[in-house]
Protein backbone atom coordinates (compact mmCIF):
# COMPACT_ATOMS: atom_id res chain seq x y z
CA UNK A 1 0.00 0.00 0.00
CA UNK A 2 1.64 3.34 -1.23
CA UNK A 3 1.12 6.17 0.92
CA UNK A 4 1.93 10.28 0.91
CA UNK A 5 1.81 12.43 3.49
CA UNK A 6 1.33 15.73 2.28
CA UNK A 7 2.21 18.65 4.60
CA UNK A 8 -0.63 21.37 4.38
CA UNK A 9 0.41 22.52 7.58
CA UNK A 10 0.09 23.07 10.49
CA UNK A 11 2.19 23.69 13.78
CA UNK A 12 -0.15 25.57 15.86
CA UNK A 13 -0.16 25.68 19.68
CA UNK A 14 -3.19 23.94 20.93
CA UNK A 15 -6.75 23.34 19.17
CA UNK A 16 -8.86 24.26 17.48
CA UNK A 17 -7.56 27.51 15.11
CA UNK A 18 -5.12 30.29 16.84
CA UNK A 19 -4.70 29.83 20.14
CA UNK A 20 -1.82 30.24 22.57
CA UNK A 21 0.00 28.53 24.14
CA UNK A 22 -1.47 25.77 26.40
CA UNK A 23 1.40 23.38 28.21
CA UNK A 24 3.38 21.56 25.49
CA UNK A 25 0.85 20.52 23.42
CA UNK A 26 0.80 21.62 19.33
CA UNK A 27 -1.91 20.68 17.04
CA UNK A 28 -0.80 18.94 13.87
CA UNK A 29 -2.27 19.04 10.13
CA UNK A 30 -1.95 17.05 7.56
CA UNK A 31 -3.38 15.09 4.40
CA UNK A 32 -2.38 11.55 3.66
CA UNK A 33 -2.99 9.97 0.67
CA UNK A 34 -3.46 6.18 -0.17
CA UNK A 35 -2.62 5.20 -3.88
CA UNK A 36 -2.77 8.84 -4.96
CA UNK A 37 -6.27 9.71 -3.60
CA UNK A 38 -7.35 11.12 -0.52
CA UNK A 39 -7.75 9.06 2.02
CA UNK A 40 -10.58 8.18 4.37
CA UNK A 41 -11.03 5.79 7.22
CA UNK A 42 -9.36 5.28 10.66
CA UNK A 43 -5.12 5.05 10.27
CA UNK A 44 -2.68 4.30 13.65
CA UNK A 45 -0.16 7.34 13.47
CA UNK A 46 3.64 6.72 14.88
CA UNK A 47 5.27 10.67 15.15
CA UNK A 48 8.84 11.04 16.14
CA UNK A 49 11.10 13.73 16.17
CA UNK A 50 14.07 14.90 15.40
CA UNK A 51 16.90 17.73 14.94
CA UNK A 52 18.36 16.34 12.03
CA UNK A 53 16.80 16.00 8.54
CA UNK A 54 17.78 12.59 8.40
CA UNK A 55 19.55 9.60 10.26
CA UNK A 56 19.95 10.87 14.02
CA UNK A 57 18.06 9.98 17.15
CA UNK A 58 14.92 10.99 18.46
CA UNK A 59 14.75 13.84 21.15
CA UNK A 60 11.71 12.64 22.82
CA UNK A 61 9.87 9.52 23.14
CA UNK A 62 7.74 8.73 19.91
CA UNK A 63 3.65 9.67 19.91
CA UNK A 64 1.84 6.99 19.22
CA UNK A 65 -2.05 7.67 18.14
CA UNK A 66 -4.14 4.80 16.99
CA UNK A 67 -7.80 4.51 14.94
CA UNK A 68 -6.99 8.20 14.16
CA UNK A 69 -9.94 9.53 11.76
CA UNK A 70 -9.04 10.68 8.25
CA UNK A 71 -11.28 12.24 6.11
CA UNK A 72 -11.22 13.18 2.71
CA UNK A 73 -6.93 12.99 3.07
CA UNK A 74 -7.40 15.77 6.18
CA UNK A 75 -6.42 14.45 9.38
CA UNK A 76 -5.11 17.09 12.90
CA UNK A 77 -3.93 15.75 15.67
CA UNK A 78 -2.49 16.89 19.11
CA UNK A 79 1.02 15.88 19.73
CA UNK A 80 2.69 16.17 22.97
CA UNK A 81 6.85 15.75 23.22
CA UNK A 82 7.56 16.63 26.41
CA UNK A 83 9.05 20.41 27.62
CA UNK A 84 12.08 21.46 26.22
CA UNK A 85 11.91 20.32 23.00
CA UNK A 86 11.27 23.43 20.79
CA UNK A 87 13.51 26.02 21.64
CA UNK A 88 13.94 27.90 18.56
CA UNK A 89 16.01 25.20 16.03
CA UNK A 90 14.06 24.10 13.44
CA UNK A 91 13.10 20.07 14.53
CA UNK A 92 12.08 17.26 11.80
CA UNK A 93 8.87 15.14 11.86
CA UNK A 94 9.26 11.68 10.83
CA UNK A 95 5.50 9.94 10.52
CA UNK A 96 4.86 6.16 10.43
CA UNK A 97 1.45 5.24 9.25
CA UNK A 98 -1.13 2.07 8.50
CA UNK A 99 -4.19 1.44 7.92
CA UNK A 100 -5.87 0.44 11.66
CA UNK A 101 -4.62 -2.63 12.80
CA UNK A 102 -3.19 -3.91 9.55
CA UNK A 103 -0.22 -4.59 9.20
CA UNK A 104 2.99 -3.37 9.87
CA UNK A 105 3.67 1.04 9.99
CA UNK A 106 5.05 2.69 7.03
CA UNK A 107 7.88 5.16 7.57
CA UNK A 108 6.70 8.48 5.09
CA UNK A 109 10.43 10.11 3.83
CA UNK A 110 11.11 12.74 3.74
CA UNK A 111 10.99 14.14 7.15
CA UNK A 112 8.95 16.71 7.88
CA UNK A 113 10.42 20.44 8.76
CA UNK A 114 8.73 21.77 12.06
CA UNK A 115 9.01 24.78 12.72
CA UNK A 116 7.21 25.26 16.48
CA UNK A 117 8.71 29.24 17.22
CA UNK A 118 7.43 30.95 14.23
CA UNK A 119 3.90 29.38 13.98
CA UNK A 120 3.30 29.69 17.26
CA UNK A 121 3.86 33.77 17.73
CA UNK A 122 1.75 33.71 14.49
CA UNK A 123 -0.39 32.07 16.50
CA UNK A 124 -0.83 34.65 19.13
CA UNK A 125 -0.83 37.50 16.85
CA UNK A 126 -3.77 35.52 14.75
CA UNK A 127 -5.77 35.17 17.69
CA UNK A 128 -9.10 36.63 16.20
CA UNK A 129 -9.47 33.73 14.09
CA UNK A 130 -11.83 31.41 15.02
CA UNK A 131 -11.14 28.28 13.46
CA UNK A 132 -9.60 28.67 9.70
CA UNK A 133 -6.30 26.92 9.40
CA UNK A 134 -2.80 27.98 7.85
CA UNK A 135 -1.50 25.26 5.05
CA UNK A 136 1.67 25.85 3.49
CA UNK A 137 1.23 26.19 -0.25
CA UNK A 138 5.52 26.11 -1.11
CA UNK A 139 8.54 27.59 -0.13
CA UNK A 140 10.06 30.38 -2.08
CA UNK A 141 13.53 30.43 -1.59
CA UNK A 142 14.28 33.08 -4.86
CA UNK A 143 14.62 36.32 -2.79
CA UNK A 144 16.92 38.42 -0.73
CA UNK A 145 18.37 37.69 1.69
CA UNK A 146 18.91 33.31 1.15
CA UNK A 147 16.04 33.55 4.42
CA UNK A 148 12.90 31.20 2.76
CA UNK A 149 9.60 32.93 2.93
CA UNK A 150 6.61 30.49 3.73
CA UNK A 151 3.68 30.92 2.04
CA UNK A 152 0.04 30.14 3.98
CA UNK A 153 -3.24 29.53 2.77
CA UNK A 154 -6.01 29.58 4.74
CA UNK A 155 -8.35 26.94 4.67
CA UNK A 156 -11.49 26.30 6.99
CA UNK A 157 -12.16 22.44 7.35
CA UNK A 158 -10.11 21.81 4.21
CA UNK A 159 -11.73 24.22 2.19
CA UNK A 160 -9.22 27.35 1.00
CA UNK A 161 -10.85 31.11 1.67
CA UNK A 162 -9.95 32.42 -1.46
CA UNK A 163 -7.05 35.40 -1.71
CA UNK A 164 -6.86 34.53 2.45
CA UNK A 165 -2.97 34.21 2.88
CA UNK A 166 0.14 34.90 5.05
CA UNK A 167 3.67 35.13 4.15
CA UNK A 168 6.20 34.27 7.66
CA UNK A 169 9.39 35.08 6.18
CA UNK A 170 11.99 33.09 8.23
CA UNK A 171 15.82 33.35 9.68
CA UNK A 172 18.56 31.06 9.11
CA UNK A 173 17.73 29.89 12.37
CA UNK A 174 13.98 29.04 12.27
CA UNK A 175 13.05 32.42 13.71
CA UNK A 176 10.44 35.21 12.35
CA UNK A 177 11.77 38.11 10.32
CA UNK A 178 8.40 39.37 9.30
CA UNK A 179 4.79 38.24 9.01
CA UNK A 180 2.20 39.84 6.79
CA UNK A 181 -1.15 38.50 5.58
CA UNK A 182 -4.80 38.98 4.90
CA UNK A 183 -6.80 36.47 6.92
CA UNK A 184 -10.74 35.91 7.33
CA UNK A 185 -11.00 36.67 10.90
CA UNK A 186 -14.83 36.16 11.42
CA UNK A 187 -15.61 32.37 10.82
CA UNK A 188 -18.65 31.55 12.90
CA UNK A 189 -21.33 32.03 10.08
CA UNK A 190 -18.83 28.54 8.90
CA UNK A 191 -18.79 27.10 11.75
CA UNK A 192 -22.90 27.36 12.97
CA UNK A 193 -24.06 26.27 9.64
CA UNK A 194 -25.16 29.47 8.38
CA UNK A 195 -23.05 28.91 5.37
CA UNK A 196 -23.24 25.22 4.55
CA UNK A 197 -20.15 23.48 3.12
CA UNK A 198 -21.74 21.05 0.82
CA UNK A 199 -22.32 22.62 -2.25
CA UNK A 200 -25.93 22.60 -3.85
CA UNK A 201 -24.82 22.72 -7.32
CA UNK A 202 -22.31 20.33 -8.92
CA UNK A 203 -19.16 21.55 -10.83
CA UNK A 204 -20.56 21.02 -14.25
CA UNK A 205 -23.10 23.08 -13.41
CA UNK A 206 -21.09 26.17 -12.03
CA UNK A 207 -19.01 25.52 -15.50
CA UNK A 208 -22.36 26.18 -17.27
CA UNK A 209 -23.17 29.36 -15.21
CA UNK A 210 -19.90 30.90 -15.41
CA UNK A 211 -20.31 30.15 -19.70
CA UNK A 212 -23.51 31.45 -19.40
CA UNK A 213 -22.82 34.90 -17.33
CA UNK A 214 -21.00 36.72 -20.25
CA UNK A 215 -24.13 37.09 -22.18
CA UNK A 216 -23.10 35.26 -25.51
CA UNK A 217 -19.57 37.41 -25.88
CA UNK A 218 -17.80 35.54 -26.34
CA UNK A 219 -20.77 32.58 -27.15
CA UNK A 220 -20.53 29.97 -24.55
CA UNK A 221 -19.94 27.04 -26.62
CA UNK A 222 -16.66 29.21 -27.21
CA UNK A 223 -16.12 29.79 -23.15
CA UNK A 224 -14.00 26.87 -21.79
CA UNK A 225 -13.17 26.43 -18.48
CA UNK A 226 -10.90 24.99 -15.97
CA UNK A 227 -11.98 22.42 -13.30
CA UNK A 228 -14.32 24.15 -10.82
CA UNK A 229 -12.71 23.81 -7.09
CA UNK A 230 -14.30 24.15 -4.16
CA UNK A 231 -13.37 27.66 -1.88
CA UNK A 232 -14.89 30.10 0.26
CA UNK A 233 -15.26 33.52 -0.57
CA UNK A 234 -15.08 36.21 2.11
CA UNK A 235 -15.69 39.52 0.79
CA UNK A 236 -13.68 41.30 3.52
CA UNK A 237 -10.58 39.88 2.96
CA UNK A 238 -10.84 41.83 -0.47
CA UNK A 239 -11.90 44.99 1.34
CA UNK A 240 -15.41 44.30 0.23
CA UNK A 241 -18.84 44.46 2.14
CA UNK A 242 -21.28 41.20 1.93
CA UNK A 243 -21.54 37.74 3.02
CA UNK A 244 -19.19 34.89 3.09
CA UNK A 245 -20.26 32.01 0.78
CA UNK A 246 -19.19 28.49 -0.48
CA UNK A 247 -18.37 29.24 -4.16
CA UNK A 248 -16.74 26.90 -7.02
CA UNK A 249 -13.45 28.97 -8.31
CA UNK A 250 -12.94 28.57 -11.68
CA UNK A 251 -11.33 30.09 -14.80
CA UNK A 252 -12.97 31.16 -18.02
CA UNK A 253 -11.27 31.88 -21.49
CA UNK A 254 -11.52 31.72 -25.10
CA UNK A 255 -9.09 29.42 -27.45
CA UNK A 256 -7.26 32.93 -27.22
CA UNK A 257 -6.82 33.48 -23.53
CA UNK A 258 -5.06 36.95 -24.04
CA UNK A 259 -8.31 38.02 -25.59
CA UNK A 260 -10.83 36.08 -22.79
CA UNK A 261 -9.50 35.07 -19.52
CA UNK A 262 -11.59 35.34 -16.09
CA UNK A 263 -11.75 34.35 -12.71
CA UNK A 264 -14.98 33.19 -11.93
CA UNK A 265 -16.33 32.59 -8.26
CA UNK A 266 -19.87 30.71 -8.61
CA UNK A 267 -22.18 30.86 -5.78
CA UNK A 268 -22.54 26.65 -4.97
CA UNK A 269 -25.51 27.16 -3.13
CA UNK A 270 -27.76 29.60 -5.63
CA UNK A 271 -25.42 29.42 -9.01
CA UNK A 272 -24.92 33.57 -9.17
CA UNK A 273 -21.54 34.90 -10.04
CA UNK A 274 -20.36 35.79 -6.56
CA UNK A 275 -17.22 37.35 -8.32
CA UNK A 276 -15.08 37.82 -11.18
CA UNK A 277 -12.36 39.56 -12.28
CA UNK A 278 -9.72 39.69 -15.29
CA UNK A 279 -6.96 37.57 -15.76
CA UNK A 280 -5.50 39.84 -18.44
CA UNK A 281 -5.29 42.98 -16.98
CA UNK A 282 -5.74 46.47 -19.29
CA UNK A 283 -2.73 49.08 -19.69
CA UNK A 284 -5.90 51.87 -20.46
CA UNK A 285 -8.94 52.98 -18.04
CA UNK A 286 -11.22 52.57 -20.75
CA UNK A 287 -14.36 51.08 -21.50
CA UNK A 288 -14.03 50.59 -25.48
CA UNK A 289 -14.71 46.56 -25.90
CA UNK A 290 -12.49 45.77 -28.66
CA UNK A 291 -3.54 41.95 -36.36
CA UNK A 292 -2.90 43.92 -39.73
CA UNK A 293 -5.51 45.70 -38.29
CA UNK A 294 -7.61 42.55 -39.26
CA UNK A 295 -10.39 41.32 -37.23
CA UNK A 296 -10.84 38.52 -39.49
CA UNK A 297 -7.73 36.88 -40.32
CA UNK A 298 -5.38 35.03 -38.17
CA UNK A 299 -2.16 36.86 -36.71
CA UNK A 300 1.22 35.84 -38.86
CA UNK A 301 4.23 35.18 -37.44
CA UNK A 302 6.90 38.72 -38.99
CA UNK A 303 9.99 38.71 -36.51
CA UNK A 304 11.49 35.83 -34.19
CA UNK A 305 14.77 35.83 -32.28
CA UNK A 306 17.95 36.95 -34.42
CA UNK A 307 16.41 37.73 -37.37
CA UNK A 308 16.32 41.29 -39.09
CA UNK A 309 14.07 44.15 -39.07
CA UNK A 310 10.37 43.04 -40.64
CA UNK A 311 9.93 46.13 -42.05
CA UNK A 312 6.30 46.61 -39.12
CA UNK A 313 7.13 49.26 -37.24
CA UNK A 314 4.96 47.86 -34.54
CA UNK A 315 6.58 45.10 -34.31
CA UNK A 316 10.33 45.73 -34.66
CA UNK A 317 9.77 48.02 -31.63
CA UNK A 318 7.97 45.69 -29.89
CA UNK A 319 11.36 43.21 -30.60
CA UNK A 320 12.93 46.14 -29.07
CA UNK A 321 11.11 47.04 -26.11
CA UNK A 322 10.96 42.95 -24.88
CA UNK A 323 15.10 42.93 -25.32
CA UNK A 324 15.03 46.80 -23.17
CA UNK A 325 12.48 44.89 -20.56
CA UNK A 326 14.09 41.65 -20.33
CA UNK A 327 17.82 42.82 -19.84
CA UNK A 328 16.19 45.68 -17.19
CA UNK A 329 14.85 42.37 -14.83
CA UNK A 330 17.50 40.47 -15.50
CA UNK A 331 20.11 43.03 -14.82
CA UNK A 332 18.53 44.45 -11.97
CA UNK A 333 16.46 41.23 -10.56
CA UNK A 334 18.65 38.06 -12.22
CA UNK A 335 14.89 37.03 -13.26
CA UNK A 336 14.67 35.01 -16.65
CA UNK A 337 11.93 36.23 -18.75
CA UNK A 338 8.69 36.64 -16.73
CA UNK A 339 8.24 33.15 -15.73
CA UNK A 340 11.81 33.54 -14.33
CA UNK A 341 12.19 30.04 -16.38
CA UNK A 342 13.31 31.38 -19.70
CA UNK A 343 9.51 31.57 -21.05
CA UNK A 344 9.05 32.59 -24.96
CA UNK A 345 8.33 36.23 -24.95
CA UNK A 346 5.37 36.57 -27.51
CA UNK A 347 3.32 39.94 -28.42
CA UNK A 348 0.80 40.17 -31.15
CA UNK A 349 0.82 43.93 -32.62
CA UNK A 350 -2.37 45.60 -34.50
CA UNK A 351 -4.62 43.69 -32.63
CA UNK A 352 -8.03 43.47 -32.92
CA UNK A 353 -11.18 41.58 -33.32
CA UNK A 354 -14.76 41.52 -33.73
CA UNK A 355 -15.76 42.40 -30.87
CA UNK A 356 -14.22 46.13 -30.99
CA UNK A 357 -13.31 48.30 -33.32
CA UNK A 358 -10.23 48.95 -35.57
CA UNK A 359 -7.54 49.87 -34.48
CA UNK A 360 -8.05 48.92 -30.74
CA UNK A 361 -7.12 51.57 -28.55
CA UNK A 362 -5.61 49.61 -25.67
CA UNK A 363 -3.28 46.70 -24.98
CA UNK A 364 -3.21 43.84 -22.32
CA UNK A 365 -0.92 41.31 -20.30
CA UNK A 366 -1.58 37.40 -21.22
CA UNK A 367 0.29 34.72 -23.44
CA UNK A 368 0.71 36.25 -26.29
CA UNK A 369 0.70 40.09 -24.92
CA UNK A 370 -1.36 42.25 -27.00
CA UNK A 371 -1.47 45.65 -28.54
CA UNK A 372 -3.82 47.77 -30.61
CA UNK A 373 -2.52 49.71 -33.31
CA UNK A 374 0.00 52.67 -31.88
CA UNK A 375 0.08 51.29 -28.43
CA UNK A 376 3.44 49.62 -28.31
CA UNK A 377 5.75 51.79 -26.50
CA UNK A 378 8.71 51.06 -24.00
CA UNK A 379 6.50 51.59 -20.58
CA UNK A 380 3.41 49.88 -22.34
CA UNK A 381 5.15 46.94 -23.18
CA UNK A 382 7.43 46.58 -19.95
CA UNK A 383 3.75 47.32 -18.12
CA UNK A 384 2.07 44.27 -19.63
CA UNK A 385 5.15 42.30 -18.76
CA UNK A 386 5.11 42.97 -15.47
CA UNK A 387 1.66 42.12 -14.89
CA UNK A 388 2.85 38.68 -16.25
CA UNK A 389 5.36 38.32 -13.27
CA UNK A 390 2.99 39.75 -11.11
CA UNK A 391 0.73 36.82 -12.11
CA UNK A 392 3.95 34.33 -10.81
CA UNK A 393 4.95 35.72 -7.75
CA UNK A 394 2.41 37.54 -5.13
CA UNK A 395 -0.66 37.36 -7.40
CA UNK A 396 -1.97 40.31 -6.81
CA UNK A 397 -5.86 39.79 -7.18
CA UNK A 398 -7.59 42.51 -10.06
CA UNK A 399 -9.66 43.77 -7.75
CA UNK A 400 -9.60 47.06 -5.21
CA UNK A 401 -7.03 47.40 -3.23
CA UNK A 402 -4.84 44.72 -4.14
CA UNK A 403 -5.65 45.00 -7.79
CA UNK A 404 -4.33 48.94 -7.75
CA UNK A 405 -1.36 47.60 -6.07
CA UNK A 406 -0.78 44.98 -8.78
CA UNK A 407 -1.76 47.71 -11.29
CA UNK A 408 0.87 50.62 -9.88
CA UNK A 409 3.96 47.44 -9.83
CA UNK A 410 3.32 47.26 -13.85
CA UNK A 411 3.48 51.11 -13.89
CA UNK A 412 6.42 51.29 -11.76
CA UNK A 413 8.55 48.75 -14.01
CA UNK A 414 7.40 50.36 -16.72
CA UNK A 415 8.30 53.54 -15.84
CA UNK A 416 11.53 52.14 -14.60
CA UNK A 417 12.48 50.35 -17.94
CA UNK A 418 11.75 53.84 -19.78
CA UNK A 419 14.21 56.15 -18.00
CA UNK A 420 16.72 53.17 -18.50
CA UNK A 421 17.03 52.81 -21.75
CA UNK A 422 18.00 56.12 -23.17
CA UNK A 423 14.82 56.39 -24.92
CA UNK A 424 14.36 60.17 -26.86
CA UNK A 425 11.31 60.92 -24.38
CA UNK A 426 13.09 61.23 -21.06
CA UNK A 427 13.19 64.33 -20.71
CA UNK A 428 11.86 66.09 -17.72
CA UNK A 429 8.89 67.46 -19.14
CA UNK A 430 8.01 63.65 -19.62
CA UNK A 431 9.32 61.79 -16.68
CA UNK A 432 7.05 59.58 -14.37
CA UNK A 433 4.17 59.99 -17.29
CA UNK A 434 2.57 57.02 -18.42
CA UNK A 435 1.96 56.21 -21.78
CA UNK A 436 3.36 58.96 -23.24
CA UNK A 437 4.67 57.45 -26.58
CA UNK A 438 1.29 55.78 -27.52
CA UNK A 439 -1.44 57.32 -30.04
CA UNK A 440 -3.34 59.22 -27.18
CA UNK A 441 -0.52 60.30 -25.25
CA UNK A 442 -0.26 59.85 -21.46
CA UNK A 443 -2.87 58.34 -19.55
CA UNK A 444 -1.28 58.71 -15.68
CA UNK A 445 1.69 60.71 -13.77
CA UNK A 446 3.37 59.12 -11.11
CA UNK A 447 4.63 62.57 -10.03
CA UNK A 448 1.35 64.13 -9.71
CA UNK A 449 -1.56 61.35 -10.34
CA UNK A 450 -3.93 64.29 -9.64
CA UNK A 451 -3.37 65.74 -12.80
CA UNK A 452 -5.32 62.48 -13.89
CA UNK A 453 -7.80 62.79 -11.37
CA UNK A 454 -6.26 59.78 -9.37
CA UNK A 455 -5.05 60.36 -5.51
CA UNK A 456 -1.58 60.43 -4.54
CA UNK A 457 -2.42 59.85 -0.80
CA UNK A 458 -4.70 57.38 0.52
CA UNK A 459 -6.95 59.49 2.28
CA UNK A 460 -7.65 62.02 -0.65
CA UNK A 461 -10.78 63.19 -1.77
CA UNK A 462 -9.86 61.52 -5.13
CA UNK A 463 -9.54 58.23 -3.81
CA UNK A 464 -12.35 56.04 -5.02
CA UNK A 465 -13.33 53.53 -2.81
CA UNK A 466 -14.49 49.66 -2.90
CA UNK A 467 -18.31 50.68 -3.18
CA UNK A 468 -17.84 52.10 -6.58
CA UNK A 469 -16.98 48.63 -8.48
CA UNK A 470 -16.01 50.91 -11.44
CA UNK A 471 -12.42 50.04 -13.30
CA UNK A 472 -12.62 46.64 -10.76
CA UNK A 473 -12.55 49.00 -8.04
CA UNK A 474 -10.34 51.76 -9.21
CA UNK A 475 -7.36 49.82 -10.15
CA UNK A 476 -6.05 52.20 -12.59
CA UNK A 477 -7.25 54.92 -10.36
CA UNK A 478 -6.34 54.07 -6.75
CA UNK A 479 -2.57 53.18 -8.31
CA UNK A 480 -1.72 56.74 -7.85
CA UNK A 481 -0.94 56.23 -4.51
CA UNK A 482 1.72 53.70 -4.98
CA UNK A 483 2.87 55.25 -8.33
CA UNK A 484 3.46 58.67 -5.82
CA UNK A 485 5.56 56.75 -3.26
CA UNK A 486 7.44 55.30 -5.59
CA UNK A 487 8.42 58.42 -8.00
CA UNK A 488 8.75 59.87 -4.17
CA UNK A 489 11.67 57.14 -3.16
CA UNK A 490 13.36 57.31 -6.50
CA UNK A 491 13.92 61.18 -7.41
CA UNK A 492 12.82 62.86 -3.63
CA UNK A 493 10.47 65.46 -3.25
CA UNK A 494 8.95 67.36 -0.59
CA UNK A 495 5.13 66.31 -0.07
CA UNK A 496 2.60 66.36 2.41
CA UNK A 497 4.80 68.03 5.51
CA UNK A 498 7.78 65.30 4.72
CA UNK A 499 11.10 65.84 2.95
CA UNK A 500 11.81 62.41 0.72
CA UNK A 501 15.70 61.78 -0.40
CA UNK A 502 15.90 60.09 -4.26
CA UNK A 503 17.29 57.02 -3.60
CA UNK A 504 17.40 56.30 -7.28
CA UNK A 505 16.12 53.09 -9.56
CA UNK A 506 18.47 50.51 -8.82
CA UNK A 507 17.84 50.97 -4.68
CA UNK A 508 13.75 51.37 -5.36
CA UNK A 509 13.75 48.52 -7.84
CA UNK A 510 15.27 46.29 -5.32
CA UNK A 511 12.74 46.76 -2.94
CA UNK A 512 9.34 46.52 -4.63
CA UNK A 513 11.11 43.62 -6.46
CA UNK A 514 11.22 41.83 -2.91
CA UNK A 515 8.06 42.81 -2.06
CA UNK A 516 6.55 41.30 -4.89
CA UNK A 517 8.01 38.05 -4.80
CA UNK A 518 8.79 37.42 -1.26
CA UNK A 519 6.26 39.51 1.37
CA UNK A 520 2.91 40.43 -0.56
CA UNK A 521 -0.46 37.88 -0.84
CA UNK A 522 -3.04 38.05 -2.59
CA UNK A 523 -5.40 40.07 -1.04
CA UNK A 524 -2.81 42.59 -0.02
CA UNK A 525 -4.32 45.67 1.69
CA UNK A 526 -2.47 48.86 1.23
CA UNK A 527 -0.96 48.11 5.43
CA UNK A 528 0.43 45.39 3.77
CA UNK A 529 2.45 47.06 1.04
CA UNK A 530 3.30 49.37 4.04
CA UNK A 531 4.78 46.40 5.74
CA UNK A 532 6.09 44.47 3.21
CA UNK A 533 8.14 47.42 2.07
CA UNK A 534 9.90 48.01 5.46
CA UNK A 535 10.55 44.41 5.85
CA UNK A 536 11.90 44.49 2.46
CA UNK A 537 14.28 47.60 2.84
CA UNK A 538 15.39 45.45 5.71
CA UNK A 539 16.08 42.34 3.70
CA UNK A 540 17.37 44.04 0.59
CA UNK A 541 20.25 45.97 3.54
CA UNK A 542 19.44 49.74 3.20
CA UNK A 543 20.72 51.73 5.69
CA UNK A 544 19.09 52.84 8.51
CA UNK A 545 19.03 56.80 7.18
CA UNK A 546 17.32 54.75 4.03
CA UNK A 547 14.58 53.30 5.46
CA UNK A 548 13.75 56.18 7.87
CA UNK A 549 13.31 58.10 4.42
CA UNK A 550 11.18 55.27 3.91
CA UNK A 551 9.08 55.67 6.65
CA UNK A 552 8.62 59.19 5.58
CA UNK A 553 7.37 58.68 2.11
CA UNK A 554 4.96 56.58 3.14
CA UNK A 555 3.54 58.98 5.77
CA UNK A 556 3.51 61.31 3.30
CA UNK A 557 1.39 58.88 0.69
CA UNK A 558 -0.45 58.45 3.87
CA UNK A 559 0.17 54.41 3.95
CA UNK A 560 0.73 55.35 7.98
CA UNK A 561 0.33 57.79 10.41
CA UNK A 562 2.67 58.57 13.19
CA UNK A 563 -0.15 56.95 15.40
CA UNK A 564 0.12 53.42 13.65
CA UNK A 565 3.92 52.40 14.98
CA UNK A 566 3.83 48.63 15.93
CA UNK A 567 4.68 48.37 19.69
CA UNK A 568 8.01 46.34 20.35
CA UNK A 569 8.84 45.72 23.78
CA UNK A 570 12.03 46.07 25.92
CA UNK A 571 12.42 44.87 29.45
CA UNK A 572 15.78 44.17 31.22
CA UNK A 573 14.92 42.02 34.03
CA UNK A 574 13.01 39.76 31.69
CA UNK A 575 14.00 36.05 31.71
CA UNK A 576 13.09 34.59 28.50
CA UNK A 577 15.99 33.59 26.69
CA UNK A 578 14.87 34.58 23.32
CA UNK A 579 14.72 38.65 22.85
CA UNK A 580 12.56 39.40 20.14
CA UNK A 581 10.81 42.44 21.05
CA UNK A 582 7.72 40.58 22.36
CA UNK A 583 5.38 41.44 25.28
CA UNK A 584 5.66 38.43 26.87
CA UNK A 585 7.16 34.91 26.80
CA UNK A 586 5.67 32.84 23.85
CA UNK A 587 8.31 29.73 23.53
CA UNK A 588 11.03 31.29 24.78
CA UNK A 589 10.53 34.36 22.21
CA UNK A 590 10.27 37.53 24.51
CA UNK A 591 11.39 41.18 24.82
CA UNK A 592 14.36 42.49 24.00
CA UNK A 593 16.99 42.60 27.02
CA UNK A 594 18.59 46.41 26.25
CA UNK A 595 17.40 49.85 24.68
CA UNK A 596 19.76 48.70 22.11
CA UNK A 597 18.83 45.35 20.90
CA UNK A 598 15.27 47.12 21.17
CA UNK A 599 16.13 49.96 18.78
CA UNK A 600 18.09 47.30 16.68
CA UNK A 601 15.31 44.97 15.98
CA UNK A 602 12.30 47.76 15.44
CA UNK A 603 11.44 49.33 12.10
CA UNK A 604 11.08 53.25 11.30
CA UNK A 605 8.20 54.07 12.63
CA UNK A 606 7.86 51.72 15.71
CA UNK A 607 7.20 52.34 19.33
CA UNK A 608 9.68 51.31 21.95
CA UNK A 609 7.77 49.70 24.47
CA UNK A 610 10.48 50.44 27.99
CA UNK A 611 9.53 48.81 31.10
CA UNK A 612 10.56 50.68 34.12
CA UNK A 613 14.18 50.95 35.40
CA UNK A 614 17.18 52.41 34.56
CA UNK A 615 19.14 51.10 31.47
CA UNK A 616 22.85 52.40 31.72
CA UNK A 617 23.59 52.54 27.75
CA UNK A 618 24.48 55.72 26.52
CA UNK A 619 23.34 55.93 22.89
CA UNK A 620 22.55 58.22 19.99
CA UNK A 621 19.31 56.91 18.42
CA UNK A 622 19.19 57.68 14.47
CA UNK A 623 16.30 55.63 13.75
CA UNK A 624 12.72 56.94 12.91
CA UNK A 625 11.23 55.67 16.75
CA UNK A 626 8.82 56.45 19.59
CA UNK A 627 9.90 56.09 22.68
CA UNK A 628 7.50 55.54 25.61
CA UNK A 629 7.75 54.61 29.17
CA UNK A 630 5.75 51.22 30.56
CA UNK A 631 4.80 50.52 34.18
CA UNK A 632 6.89 53.76 35.08
CA UNK A 633 9.61 55.75 34.69
CA UNK A 634 12.63 54.85 32.47
CA UNK A 635 16.31 55.96 32.58
CA UNK A 636 18.71 55.51 29.22
CA UNK A 637 22.13 56.52 30.06
CA UNK A 638 24.28 57.23 33.13
Known sequence: ????????????????????????????????????????????????????????????????????????????????????????????????????????????????????????????????????????????????????????????????????????????????????????????????????????????????????????????????????????????????????????????????????HFRVLVNAANGQVARLWTLNPDLLNREISDKNNNATTAAVIVRTEGQASSGVTEADNAYRFLEETYNFYFTHHRRDSYDNAGAKLQVTVRFCDTNNPCPWFNASAGIPMIFGDGFIADDAVAHEYTHNVTARESKLIYLNVSGAINESFSDVWGEFVDLSNGGPADSAAVRWDIGEDTRIGRQRSMKDPTLFGHPDRLHSPLYQQPSDTNDWGGVHHNSGVNNKLCYLLTDGDNFNGQSISGLGITKVAALYYEAQINLL???????????????????????????????????AVELVTEADGQDVYVDRSSGCPIPAGYRGCELNYGPYKSVAQGVSGANPGDVLQIRTGTYHEPMTIAKFLTLQAENGSVTIGN
Open 521 to 555: TAGASWADLYNALRQSAVNVGWSTAERNNLHRACL
Open 1 to 260: MKKQLQLLLLLLLSLPGFARAQGNTIGYQGVLNDGGLPATGLYDFIFSLFDVEADGAALAPAVVLDAIPVTNGVFQVPLDFGPGVFTGPARWLEIAVRQSGVGEHAVLVPRSTMLPAPYSIFAGQAGGLASGALTAEHLNTGGLPPEPALRLQQVHQGIPIVAAEALVQLNAQGGVECIVGDLATETSSLDDGRVPLIPQLSARAAADRARAHFGGQPPAALIETTMPELAIFDPAVLDETGNQALVWDLEAFSARRSEF
